[in-house]
């Protein structure tokens, strides 16, 4: 039931890029956390069509070898699939980015950068990549942006407080902890999208999505009882999983 949750989400993902970017051929692909999850069977889902090109971002070598080993299965079963398995190169041109990768109650309190590690994977990371990417894109090409964000990113403003002096919120992003600190990044991840639909114009579109409740390997560390209570809390403003591909 959890891959067939994931792959419902991917299809979503996939036929929402063709409605909105007129896609047909040779487009330039990267997904982050692509080896697991919703980034994983988005990537299947887009090689199974076989006009892109796919560029899996993971922090794990190992991991990446046994995403891009499902993949090489797929393209045996389809007929019109055709990839080349590589290196990124530092000056590669995409044109979309899904930003997938994300974290949800880390054991780790603070990663080898200083920083608490929620805010850096689902955030910070992600925002560095696309400044990143954004500099080496040509002038006139045209990138579309997905960030996956959460619908509990309502609670920031009500459950938990938003620093209103915005000079404090790196402070803010800092010392949160489990929840909050989760609700935080989804919500500057939202902020995301709307930066860069402002800031660049017309050369980047970015889209802010909730991909509702999907039981993802991300949500591993969800078993204290008071975890479990919050879980409870928020099932209306979530949405139900999808059962079963219509």
Sequence with gaps: MCRQNNLIVAKNIEENIEKNN???KNKHVMITGGNQGIGLQTALLLASKGCYDITIACRNQRRAETALKQ????????????????WLSLDFIF???????????????????????TFQV??????????GIVKHQCPKHSLRVI???????????????????VEKWPEMFQNAKRWKAYALSKFATAMLAQHLNTFYGDSVKAFAVHPGAVRTQMSDN?????????????????????????
């Design 22 to 24: 007129s896609i047909n």
């Design 71 to 86: 993949l090489k299965e797929r393209a045996e079963q389809s007929n019109n699939f055709k990839s080349k398995f590589s």
């Design 95 to 117: 044109d979309i980015i899904i930003l997938n990768a994300g974290v949800l109650l880390p054991k780790e309190k603070s990663t080898n950068d200083g920083f608490e590690p």
């Design 122 to 131: 689902n955030f910070l990371g992600h925002f560095l990549l696309i400044d």
């Design 147 to 165: 960030t996956l964000t959460s619908v509990i990113q309502r609670l920031v403003g009500n459950i938990f407080p938003l620093e209103k002096n």
């Design 222 to 246: 969800v078993c204290h009882k008071g975890t479990r209570k919050m879980l409870f809390f928020l099932r209306r403003l979530l949405i139900e999983p999808v059962r079963k591909q219509k």
